[in-house]
């Protein structure tokens, strides 16, 4: 499976950042090829004017139409997805995720907005037209604490909400067959990163 991941968050160090390529990680084996792109490193003029001819931009462009399967990560910012996510995604052509399943991400400080992505962030994606947007995992800052060495360490009832949604993901894709996500023990490819 090829998937591409698309980070919304203008922090590198965020927990959504951090989210959104630990579930990359324990679809495992299960993924042949991951490119991640994150918004925050595209070039900033280029993005802000939508110029998809930008050698960079249209880089990110291809890995999601390359892609089989997308995930999706961003922190909630007043009760929506950041506005560095809504700005890459109301640049992508209108079918960009024609036929793809989608799987979202999101921290946020409280369980308060928890809603934010089924209200604001899925219609978008389904609008283009992404074929089947798996529930939604949104994880509030108790539920991933800060790891002394580094990252963070997730609580287990996230955990499993995470297994759930990647399992509906990965059946969503044709031909695909059952396994969980935890079964796996290492990535086939390291994540290929975008930057400008």
Known sequence: MVVVSISGSPSPASRSAWLLQHVAERAGRRIERHHAIAVRDLP????????????????????????????????????AYSGLLKLFLDALPPDALRGKPALAVATGGSPGHLLALDYAL????????????????????????????????????????????????????????????????????????LHC
Request: some cysteine; proline content about 8%.
């Open 44 to 79: 900033a003029q280029p993005l802000l004017h939508g110029d998809a001819t930008d050698p960079v931009i249209a880089q990110a462009h291809r890995a999601i139409a390359q892609a089989q399967a997308v995930l999706i990560g961003t922190p909630i910012y007043k009760a």
């Open 122 to 193: 899925k219609p978008v994606l389904s609008a283009l037209g992404a074929r089947h947007v798996v529930d939604c995992v949104y994880a509030v800052d108790a539920q991933l604490v800060r790891a002394p060495q580094g990252g963070y360490v997730p609580d287990d009832g996230l955990l499993q909400r995470l297994d759930q949604a990647l399992d509906a993901l990965l059946q969503s894709l044709p031909g695909a067959r059952r396994a969980t996500p935890r079964d796996s023990t290492e990535p086939a490819e390291v994540a290929v990163r």
